[in-house]
């Protein structure tokens, strides 16, 4: 049930839902929807016609495809037309459609830590799992060959699931490794689902896989975007889906049977969000912004005495919490500050029994929902729950 394991628990706890006002959002995973320093302001009307209140296009209106295929092309020479995109409601949609879609002899290699509902959605597909060793004992960094895998019996390809930058570790790879990984992934039988949730949030800037791909109407690989964390609107619910325009095609279809395309009223909202000049200040604002606060919160964290393993990306710190404590232990302390961080347990990809997770004591803490100003607050909330 991952994160809303941990939201419900602290709502029997405190009678709150974390992120109402006054409580410490740390478990979960959604950014600031105000301004940022530096960055562009969010909108807070939109105009419609009626013409707008009819159903939607299956794959996504003309107006939001062209923004999304620029925005690729132009930060990152994609080479993609708006026959490469397809538009979901979020990007959890979209990661679950790529997955449910999956020809039955398929691998799906992930590695052992990673964001939460992966766990949940192989589960449910009753997918065939190879874990690739991410854990305490490699910093939580696998290695290239790490990422050699062969097709388990009975199956002949092998699928990658990847976060990058990696939720909860904020591991993140680019340039050359990033682009060898995608030259490996892109051979016969071999494809990969890139979850790009945290472009926006990389140092010292964003970065896509879509730089490395030649041509993606050649590849089974699925980058997967969305609004929700770059963009700042995680409520607008609108996620994507770049592809060869075979792959576009069966989502397409999925559309009309089982989605019925998503709002056009928020497909209008990000495609304002998209213009070429708003979203460069947004991609440079976004990254030197949370990039402060991960430097910030790495040395408040780490002053605690929090191990942290946390990489150059994302919105989280990742780490093994001091005296001996697990995630759920911690947690029990931190709900009398109506405070709360997702147990490491629940993004342990390995587990069969919570209680015995190799994770069970590291904890993910999330500075994506919190300003500048909070910081003397929770560290105070912090040191107090670890005295
Ligand atoms: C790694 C990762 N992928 C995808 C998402 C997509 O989220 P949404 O479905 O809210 O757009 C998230 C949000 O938490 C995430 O952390």
């Given at each position: 049930m991952?994160?809303?394991?941990?939201?419900?628990?602290?709502?029997?706890?405190?009678?709150?839902?974390?992120?109402?006002?006054?409580?410490?959002?740390?478990?979960q995973?959604?950014?600031?929807?105000?301004?940022?320093?530096?960055?562009?302001?969010?909108?807070?009307?939109?105009?419609?016609?009626?013409?707008?209140?009819k159903?939607?296009?299956?794959?996504?209106?003309p107006?939001?495809?062209?923004?999304?295929?620029?925005?690729?092309?132009?930060?990152?020479?994609?080479?993609?037309?708006?026959?490469?995109?397809?538009?979901?409601?979020g990007?959890?949609?979209?990661?679950?459609?790529?997955?449910?879609?999956?020809?039955?002899?398929?691998?799906?290699a992930?590695?052992?830590?990673?964001?939460?509902?992966?766990?949940?959605?192989l589960?449910?597909?009753?997918?065939?799992?190879?874990?690739?060793?991410?854990?305490?004992?490699?910093?939580?960094?696998?290695?290239?060959?790490?990422?050699?895998?062969?097709?388990l019996?009975?199956?002949?390809?092998?699928?990658?699931?990847?976060?990058?930058?990696?939720?909860?570790?904020?591991?993140?790879?680019?340039?050359?490794?990033l682009?060898?990984?995608?030259?490996?992934?892109s051979?016969?039988?071999?494809?990969?689902?890139?979850?790009?949730?945290y472009?926006?949030?990389c140092?010292?800037?964003?970065?896509?896989?879509?730089?490395?791909?030649?041509?993606?109407?050649e590849?089974?690989?699925?980058?997967?975007?969305?609004?929700?964390?770059?963009?700042q609107?995680?409520?607008?619910?609108?996620?994507?889906?770049i592809?060869?325009?075979?792959?576009?095609?069966?989502?397409?279809?999925?559309?009309?049977?089982?989605?019925?395309?998503?709002?056009?009223?928020?497909?209008i909202?990000?495609?304002?969000?998209?213009?070429?000049?708003?979203?460069?200040?947004?991609?440079?604002?976004?990254?030197?912004?949370?990039?402060?606060q991960?430097?910030?919160?790495?040395?408040?964290?780490?002053?605690?005495?929090?191990?942290?393993?946390?990489g150059t990306?994302?919105?989280?710190?990742?780490?093994?919490?001091?005296?001996?404590?697990?995630?759920?232990?911690?947690?029990?302390?931190?709900?009398?500050?109506?405070?709360?961080?997702?147990?490491?347990?629940?993004?342990?990809?390995?587990?069969?029994d919570?209680?015995?997770?190799?994770?069970?004591?590291?904890a993910?803490?999330?500075?994506?929902?919190?300003?500048?100003?909070?910081?003397?607050?929770?560290?105070?909330?912090?040191?107090?729950?670890?005295?």
């Open positions: 991952g994160v809303y394991e941990t939201l419900f628990k602290f709502a029997d706890a405190t009678g709150k839902y974390m992120g109402d006002p006054g409580t410490h959002p740390w478990a995973g959604y950014p600031l929807t105000t301004q940022i320093p530096g960055g562009p302001e969010l909108p807070k009307s939109i105009e419609f016609e009626s013409v707008d209140l159903y939607p296009k299956a794959t996504g209106e107006p939001l495809l062209r923004a999304i295929a620029d925005y690729y092309n132009h930060f990152y020479d994609a080479g993609i037309t708006t026959d490469n995109v397809a538009v979901f409601a990007g959890r949609p979209a990661i679950f459609a790529t997955l449910a879609f999956l020809l039955d002899d398929t691998t799906v992930l590695e052992e830590t990673e964001y939460t509902p992966y766990y949940d959605v589960n449910v597909l009753n997918r065939k799992v190879h874990l690739i060793r991410s854990g305490e004992g490699n910093r939580f960094r696998p290695k290239a060959a790490d990422y050699d895998i062969a097709p019996k009975d199956t002949s390809r092998v699928m990658l699931v990847k976060s990058n930058p990696c939720n909860p570790t904020g591991v993140a790879m680019g340039g050359n490794d682009s060898a990984l995608i030259e490996q992934f051979g016969e039988n071999r494809g990969a689902l890139i979850d790009e949730a472009e926006f949030f140092d010292p800037e964003p970065e896509s896989a879509l730089k490395y791909i030649d041509n993606i109407d590849t089974n690989i699925f980058v997967i975007g969305a609004a929700t964390k770059g963009l609107v995680p409520g607008m619910r609108i996620g994507w889906a592809a060869s325009r075979d792959h576009i095609e069966i989502f397409r279809n999925y559309s009309s049977f089982g989605m019925g395309g998503v709002s056009r009223a928020s497909q909202y990000v495609s304002k969000l998209l213009e070429r000049q708003r979203v460069t200040q947004a991609r440079t604002a976004v990254s030197t912004f949370y990039t402060a991960r430097k910030r919160y790495g040395e408040g964290l780490a002053d605690l005495g929090l191990e942290l393993q946390t990306g994302g919105f989280y710190h990742w780490g093994k919490l001091p005296q001996g404590l697990t995630g759920d232990e911690f947690n029990e302390r931190l709900f009398a500050h109506e405070a709360g961080i997702l147990p490491g347990r629940l993004c342990d990809m390995a587990r069969t919570d209680a015995k997770s190799a994770l069970a004591h590291y993910r803490f999330s500075f994506g929902p919190l300003g500048a100003e909070s910081y003397d607050d929770d560290m105070r909330i912090l040191r107090e729950a670890l005295s």
